[in-house]
Structure formats: structure tokens, C-alpha cells
């Protein structure tokens, strides 16, 4: 059973260019999270999804960021006018079920903003 | 609000030695509670996790942490520390009432082994 997967692992965008991150759940899993790991800082909740619904996006930017979850294909995360400040690795999480089950998470991608 | 603490930034043992690395949380109930490892540039592996029952929980790779409620607090535990366990630890807590499935983690304590 293949893991939770990221793509790209890493990017490199210019200020101003948009930014989309993919994350493609362990099979079976219809729950998703998108974290975010600031330089020398743990890892902060950003968005809940289930397929073709957000549950909580009580961690994301109110500007700028998107989550989305489609019924078919992965999830995406997408970064409008990144600024430096959004250089960060991003991490994905897929439970099978939702509250109180496991995550498991996924390599990363490493956003540089140039 | 819920909060995690991890005292500890950084904890240098030696080999053979054993380790304790803490964990205390802020929540009016019992959460579930995580102890997971990255080792760098690596996303997060599972160590081991408390739901619910015996509060003394046995992870993989030899770990173990207890949960101790009266205390808030859930360390994470090894008794003979191999160079292999160098990397960052980080305790969660989650299943928060009508909050969905988040994780909120502590700031990670970086472990580092000496020969």
C-alpha cells in the first residue's frame, strides 16, 4: 500500500507567481490535511477536506491560499502571489476516517520563494 | 485554546543512554495524543498514539510514552538511545469536540546522540 504522496517535493517560485501542490491520499483514505512547517517551527493545521467538501480551513490565510479535494484525482494546494513569507515545507495527511484516527503524512514539499 | 508545549528544543544524549523527551498539552478534556519523529528533510513517521485505556502506550522502534492525566502530560520514553534516533520529535493532540480532525503539535525537541 503505497504511502501518502507529494508533488512536487521541491519548488521555487518568484514573487508573484502562483504556487499549486498536489497530494495524492494512501488508498482508501477520503480524509486530507494540509499542514504547514515554518523554519524552525513545529507544524501548524492549515485546512481538513474530505472529497469535494473543506471541513475546516480555520488554519489558512485568509487570503491567497486554497484548498481544494476533487472526486477524482488529488488534493490541491494553491498559492496565489506568493510572497517570501509563504517559504515553507507543506505537508499532506490522509486518515481513512475523520476525528480522532490516525494521519499519516507525506514527504513534504519543500516552497521556496525567491 | 488548545496548546502543546515541549520544553526541551534541543537534547543531546549518549548512545546507550535512555531518553525522555516531554510533553504537556492545554485542553479541558482528554485528547488523543501522538508522538511523531522527522528526520530531515523527511516528512512525519507515527511512533505511537493514546486514544484511550492503558495509559502506558508501546510505539514502534522501542519508544514508549505515558499518559498522565493529573500532570497533562504525555512523555515519550526510550531505555538504551541508538545513534539512529537523532532526529526531531514532535508530541500532537487532537480529536477536539466538533473541531474535525486536526492535529495541533508542539515546537519539536531535536535529539541528538553522541557516540
Known amino acids: 500500500n503505497a504511502g501518502v504522496m507529494q508533488n512536487p517535493r521541491h519548488l521555487v517560485r518568484r514573487r508573484g507567481q502562483e504556487a499549486r501542490l498536489r497530494c495524492s491520499p494512501m488508498k482508501g483514505h477520503s480524509h486530507v490535511y494540509w499542514y504547514r512547517q515554518l523554519p524552525e517551527e513545529g507544524l501548524k493545521f492549515m485546512v481538513y477536506?474530505?472529497?469535494?467538501?473543506?471541513?475546516?480551513e480555520s488554519g489558512m490565510p485568509k487570503e491567497r491560499f486554497s484548498a481544494e479535494f476533487p472526486k477524482e484525482g488529488p488534493s490541491i494546494l494553491r498559492i496565489q502571489q506568493v510572497v517570501r513569507g509563504d517559504s515553507a515545507a507543506y505537508f499532506c495527511a490522509s486518515s481513512p476516517v475523520g476525528a480522532g484516527d490516525t494521519q499519516y503524512f507525506g514527504p513534504g514539499t519543500r516552497l521556496t520563494v525567491l | 485554546a488548545q496548546s502543546v508545549t515541549q520544553p526541551d528544543i534541543h537534547i543531546t544524549v549518549s548512545e546507550g543512554a535512555s531518553l525522555e523527551l516531554r510533553c504537556n498539552y492545554s485542553?479541558?478534556?482528554?485528547?488523543?495524543l501522538f508522538w511523531y519523529v522527522q528526520s530531515p528533510g523527511q516528512g512525519l513517521q507515527l511512533l505511537l498514539k493514546y486514544f484511550s485505556g492503558d495509559t502506558l502506550v508501546q510505539g514502534i522502534k522501542g519508544f514508549e510514552a505515558e499518559f498522565k492525566r493529573s500532570q497533562s502530560s504525555f512523555n515519550l520514553r526510550k531505555p538504551s538511545v541508538h545513534w539512529s534516533d537523532a532526529a526531531e520529535y514532535f508530541c500532537?493532540?487532537?480529536?477536539?469536540?466538533?473541531?474535525?480532525?486536526?492535529?495541533?503539535f508542539g515546537q519539536g525537541t531535536e535529539l541528538s546522540v553522541k557516540p
Open positions: 477536506l474530505q472529497k469535494e467538501n473543506i471541513i475546516d
Open positions: 500532537a493532540v487532537g480529536g477536539f469536540y466538533n473541531q474535525g480532525g486536526k492535529l495541533i
Open positions: 485542553y479541558g478534556a482528554t485528547p488523543y
